[in-house]
């Protein structure tokens, strides 16, 4: 088994490279199937979301721009339940087709937040692309257009996710080995 130090948590591979890229290619394919003929705008949420959107981009063939956002709910390994709004839209997004680019659902709070935000601005549709869901977390109703993976409720690092603001820089997740 493949273990990853991060501070002073020990991490064990969950979700190999090779099955991220699959799961990553399937729901950018869906994007370019329900989206076509439009012109989206993409919201990947940083800092978690930036490999992922990195990612899924390359294999968005529509014509679309993009624009992160900047949302955290998290310190350590625990949800705090406020969300703070670090960095606004930057872009209009009334009548435009968005699609929201998060790594992971938890409680669904953020989400619902963000999405009641967006809403404000009157854009044409609101989609949500994660690239994972704690289906047995979520604490509110978070309309989830697409999912790579479904994962248990354990604290997961890696691919761009991070605990305590590192171990953001590996190709596979990880999840924390309770010791
Ligand atoms: P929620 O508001 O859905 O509870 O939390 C969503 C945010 O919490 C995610 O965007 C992510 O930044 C963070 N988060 C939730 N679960 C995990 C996890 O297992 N690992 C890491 N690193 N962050 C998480
Ligand atoms: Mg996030």
Known sequence: ???LQVKDKTFAVSIPEAKLQEEV???AAEINRDLAGEEPLFLPVLNGAFMFAAD???EVTLPCEV???KLASYQGTQTTGTIRE???L???ITGRHVVIVEDIIDSGLTMAHMIETLEKHNPASIRVCALLVKPDALKVKVPIDYCCMEIPNDFI???GLDYDGFGRN???IYTLVEN
């Open 90 to 92: 930057a872009k209009d």
């Open 157 to 159: 690092v890696g691919y």
């Open 170 to 172: 590996t190709r596979d």
């Open 1 to 3: 088994m493949s273990l």
């Open 67 to 69: 624009s992160f956002i």
């Open 25 to 27: 290619r399937r729901v």
């Open 86 to 88: 670090v960095i606004g």
């Open 56 to 58: 899924l981009l390359r």
